[in-house]
């Protein structure tokens, strides 16, 4: 006879198990102690099996009839309904660990195998402080598209629209790293277009001065009065104009004393091709009294704290700030300011972009391009340092 609820509500405990059967293999089991539970009795590979279904009242008995189909359906299919429910638990507590934090830093350990030290560090530690602090708890199978807007706005209310626009395509990256290595089935920041939730600013380029104004800073940082490193630093800048980063990263083993030139490897290039400077006899001449202070380590530049790590690239912004070009000249800008006068003086285009490493084509092309044109990027080097040079005495 089939169970119904008034059956399943009356039944009272004994002094011993018993059980009442409602067909198809489901079963109420009554225990002494007057818990009801469900079972589903089965057979499967010639075994009797017992699957739980859950306690009554918690489960009705309508309930309990459908998880006994459900476990009839998949025997239909040669699944086991006990060892699918034990691999269904599993699954769900590998999706419970795999938070956005953790699919994000594996994300990352990939992602910056080609990238520079000083770039994929910041990129990890844009995440550490905006979005991990937000959403990185949370399993990435839960998270949508509008957990992800809430993140991004909250970024872009700060103020900071372009870090926002950053971290949106840095968590998209991430989401696409899950969906290959088959943790979510779907991208959320597919459905969203930054330009819906962050507001447009409008374009600014790194701040520099003019040409008029060189003189003054070249005299500024000659009697700067702070870390002598940090001032070396700043002349260099001046005469090669390489990346702030790629200046502070140098590291001894790539100066080329009898070549003169500064041979900086593919993996700390920004596209990660090798770069060439010329060195000028102003700039040989820096790097020869950097050799009397730090030329027994690796770096150029090291970090006072740590030798075996370079010199922080806030050192040079903060030095700029404390000469008065606060929002008015950058370590960037000193690119900028370098191309526009040797662009003014018919400096040939090509040669400046190739000194800049903005170098166009594919990889091979580039690699290739790297070294063209040496001697008269070095006329063009000295020529600048002699510039410089005059500048001061203005």
């Given at each position: 006879m089939?169970l119904?609820d008034?059956?399943?509500k009356a039944?009272k405990?004994?002094?011993?198990?018993?059980k009442?059967?409602?067909?198809?293999?489901?079963?109420?089991l009554?225990?002494?102690?007057?818990?009801k539970?469900?079972r589903y009795?089965?057979?499967?590979?010639?075994?009797?099996?017992?699957?739980?279904l859950?306690?009554?009242?918690d489960?009705?008995?309508q309930?309990?009839?459908?998880?006994?189909?459900?476990?009839r359906?998949?025997?239909?299919q040669g699944?086991?309904p006990?060892?699918h429910?034990?691999?269904k638990?599993y699954?769900?507590?590998?999706?419970?660990e795999?938070t956005?934090e953790?699919?994000?830093?594996?994300?990352?350990?990939?992602?910056?195998s080609?990238?520079?030290?000083y770039?994929s560090n910041?990129?990890?530690?844009?995440?550490?402080?905006?979005v991990?602090?937000?959403?990185?708890?949370?399993?990435?199978?839960?998270?949508?598209a509008?957990?992800?807007?809430?993140?991004i706005?909250?970024?872009?209310?700060?103020?900071?629209?372009d870090l926002?626009?950053?971290?949106?395509?840095?968590?998209g990256?991430?989401f696409?790293?899950?969906?290959?290595?088959g943790?979510?089935?779907?991208?959320?920041?597919?459905?969203?277009?930054?330009?819906?939730?962050?507001?447009p600013v409008?374009?600014t380029?790194?701040?520099?001065?003019?040409?008029?104004?060189l003189p003054?800073l070249?005299r500024?940082i000659d009697?700067?009065?702070g870390?002598v490193?940090?001032?070396?630093?700043?002349q260099?800048?001046l005469?090669?104009f390489?990346?702030?980063?790629?200046?502070i990263?140098?590291?001894?083993d790539e100066?080329?004393?009898d070549?003169?030139?500064?041979?900086?490897?593919?993996e700390r290039?920004?596209?990660?091709?090798?770069h060439?400077?010329p060195?000028?006899?102003q700039?040989?001449a820096?790097?020869?009294?950097?050799?009397?202070?730090?030329?027994?380590?690796?770096?150029?530049?090291p970090?006072?704290?740590?030798n075996?790590r370079?010199m922080?690239d806030?050192s040079?912004r903060h030095?700029?700030?404390?000469?008065?070009?606060k929002?008015?000249?950058?370590?960037?800008?000193?690119?900028?300011?370098a191309?526009?006068?040797?662009?003014?003086?018919?400096?040939?285009?090509k040669?400046?972009?190739?000194q800049?490493?903005?170098l166009?084509?594919n990889a091979?092309?580039?690699?290739?391009?790297?070294?063209?044109?040496?001697?008269?990027?070095?006329q063009?080097?000295?020529?600048?340092?002699d510039f410089?040079?005059?500048?001061?005495?203005?």
């Amino acid at each position: 006879m089939k169970l119904n609820d008034p059956i399943v509500k009356a039944a009272k405990p004994k002094e011993k198990p018993y059980k009442l059967t409602d067909g198809h293999g489901l079963i109420l089991l009554i225990n002494p102690n007057g818990r009801k539970w469900w079972r589903y009795r089965y057979d499967y590979g010639g075994k009797e099996k017992m699957l739980s279904l859950g306690i009554y009242p918690d489960v009705s008995l309508q309930e309990a009839r459908q998880g006994r189909n459900e476990a009839r359906a998949l025997l239909k299919q040669g699944i086991d309904p006990s060892q699918h429910r034990q691999e269904k638990k599993y699954a769900e507590q590998i999706a419970r660990e795999q938070t956005f934090e953790r699919i994000g830093r594996a994300w990352w350990e990939n992602w910056k195998s080609d990238k520079t030290t000083y770039h994929s560090n910041a990129v990890l530690r844009r995440l550490e402080l905006n979005v991990f602090p937000l959403i990185g708890h949370k399993p990435i199978t839960v998270i949508t598209a509008p957990t992800i807007v809430m993140a991004i706005r909250r970024i872009d209310a700060r103020g900071a629209p372009d870090l926002a626009r950053r971290i949106f395509q840095t968590c998209g990256q991430i989401f696409s790293y899950a969906i290959s290595h088959g943790f979510i089935e779907r991208n959320p920041c597919a459905d969203v277009r930054p330009s819906d939730i962050v507001k447009p600013v409008k374009t600014t380029h790194y701040a520099r001065i003019g040409e008029q104004d060189l003189p003054l800073l070249i005299r500024a940082i000659d009697e700067y009065g702070g870390s002598v490193l940090v001032k070396k630093a700043l002349q260099l800048l001046l005469l090669t104009f390489v990346r702030s980063g790629e200046l502070i990263g140098a590291r001894w083993d790539e100066i080329d004393w009898d070549a003169r030139l500064w041979r900086i490897p593919p993996e700390r290039m920004k596209k990660r091709d090798p770069h060439i400077v010329p060195l000028s006899t102003q700039a040989l001449a820096i790097f020869k009294e950097l050799g009397e202070i730090t030329g027994s380590g690796e770096y150029v530049f090291p970090n006072k704290r740590n030798n075996d790590r370079c010199m922080g690239d806030c050192s040079l912004r903060h030095a700029l700030y404390s000469m008065g070009y606060k929002g008015l000249m950058t370590a960037h800008g000193f690119r900028g300011l370098a191309a526009t006068i040797l662009n003014e003086r018919k400096y040939p285009e090509k040669i400046i972009e190739i000194q800049l490493s903005h170098l166009v084509g594919n990889a091979t092309k580039r690699a290739y391009d790297h070294a063209k044109h040496l001697p008269e990027r070095a006329q063009m080097m000295q020529a600048w340092a002699d510039f410089l040079e005059g500048q001061a005495m203005r």
